[in-house]
């Protein structure tokens, strides 16, 4: 292994006091993270934009500010990349998608803003699905720039739609990443990467200056090698932001765990189901990962999930509010033919032409749903639509 990659191999953590010791330099991590880019990259496909000058000088400020006994936390110096959905001015913002290959933002996200101020060093923007899966894709290659890769067998596809917030960390390209879920869109790929994902709770992470796909569903979360990086990561990310009103108040303790935390946890466990169809090898990792928790000390508690239209109403949501957020997308003509796959823009006009089993049953559902005041948030959707 080159010195270099062992740098890219290290946690966040391990990073993060190497830096805070001056053991390493912000400089010397951002180059070896940049090299290996430029060495691995075209195997994974997990980047869009490599933005190497930006990071070079983010990465100069960190080392004069560290030099001067300034220390802004454990991101200081530390690189990273995000899902080429959130906005980031002046650096192109595509949502893998043709019909916005040359958008450039004029703002900052809320998330992008956070961790400049905590210091961390911008690689890039990183590969996704198209309008992250918004036109309910079924090729690995519906995306601006063709399909990314898992760095394990780079055969298979790294799984979407934070296909290469997956695939960068898991090749060792950033130290962390950014990333987005509606619906699995970072659970998934991060099981086809093997990777931490992380996908925060409802309102924890701004959302604002981040692609809107569906307003009540839309999540930010990081990915990182370790699930103490994930908790690194959050802590700089979450809270409150009055640009986005479904935020809010970062929780109490938010990301800081104890040594001896694992021994209070009390864990349901839902199961998988019983079909023959459950890979033997899948079945065989559930049930390594229900030894790890019991081996740390955790309480395993088998539950079940109340009986809820959950998938249909998932379906609602999404299928409604993707078409209100890509309406100017839908009716421009000018767009007509530059999206990845042939009548996807078809999909977006009419949503979803197979009715739900129990379509009765999620409407009854929905009704019964109370949303707290201010989570359904129409001003960002005019703040979220797509600029052009």
């Known amino acids: 292994m080159r010195a270099d990659d062992a740098v890219c191999a290290l946690s966040v953590a391990e990073l993060a006091e190497k830096i805070r010791t001056k053991a390493l330099s912000p400089v010397a991590v951002t180059k070896a993270y940049l090299d290996r880019i430029e060495c691995v990259n075209d195997k994974v496909n997990a980047f869009v934009t490599v933005t190497a000058d930006e990071a070079l000088w983010a990465a100069g400020q960190a080392e004069e500010e560290l030099a001067a006994g300034t220390y802004r936390g454990p991101l200081h110096g530390i690189p990273y990349g995000l899902k080429d959905l959130v906005d980031t001015r002046g650096i192109a913002t595509t949502f893998g998608a043709r019909p916005f290959a040359d958008r450039v933002p004029g703002r900052d996200a809320t998330v992008y803003a956070r961790l400049k101020a905590a210091g961390a060093v911008l690689l890039g923007k990183l590969s996704m699905i198209e309008l992250a899966g918004g036109l309910r894709y079924t090729y690995a290659d519906a995306a601006l720039n063709g399909p990314c890769r898992t760095p394990w067998d780079t055969e298979r596809w790294a799984g979407g739609s934070s296909s290469g917030s997956d ?6 390209l950033v130290a962390f990443a950014i990333g987005s879920e509606t619906w699995g869109s970072i659970t998934c790929p991060s099981s086809f990467c093997g990777v931490t994902g992380l996908r925060p709770t409802y309102g924890v992470v701004s959302r604002f200056g981040a692609m809107a796909l569906s307003f009540t569903m839309d999540k930010l979360g990081p990915l990182c090698r370790t699930a103490k990086d994930c908790a690194i990561v959050l802590q700089a990310i979450a809270g409150r932001d009055p640009s986005d009103p479904s935020s809010v108040e970062a929780p109490p303790g938010l990301g800081a765990v104890a040594a001896d935390a694992a021994k209070s946890l009390q864990v349901g466990v839902i199961g998988l189901p019983s079909e023959a169809s459950i890979d033997p090898a899948v079945r065989s990792a559930y049930d390594a990962a229900l030894a790890e928790l019991r081996a740390a000390g955790m309480t395993l508690t088998p539950t079940k999930l109340p009986d809820f239209p959950y998938e249909w109403l998932a379906v609602l949501f999404i299928g409604s509010e993707v078409r209100a957020a890509f309406e100017d997308l839908i009716l421009s003509e000018r767009d007509a033919g530059r999206a990845v796959h042939g009548g996807d823009r078809r999909r ?18 929905l009704r019964g749903l109370r949303r707290p005041r201010g989570t359904h948030d129409p001003v960002r959707r005019a703040e979220g639509r797509p600029e052009h």
């Open 167 to 172: 695939a960068a960390v898991a090749a060792r």
């Open 348 to 365: 977006l006009r009419q949503g979803d032409a197979d009715p739900p089993e129990d379509a009765g049953g999620a409407e009854r559902a």
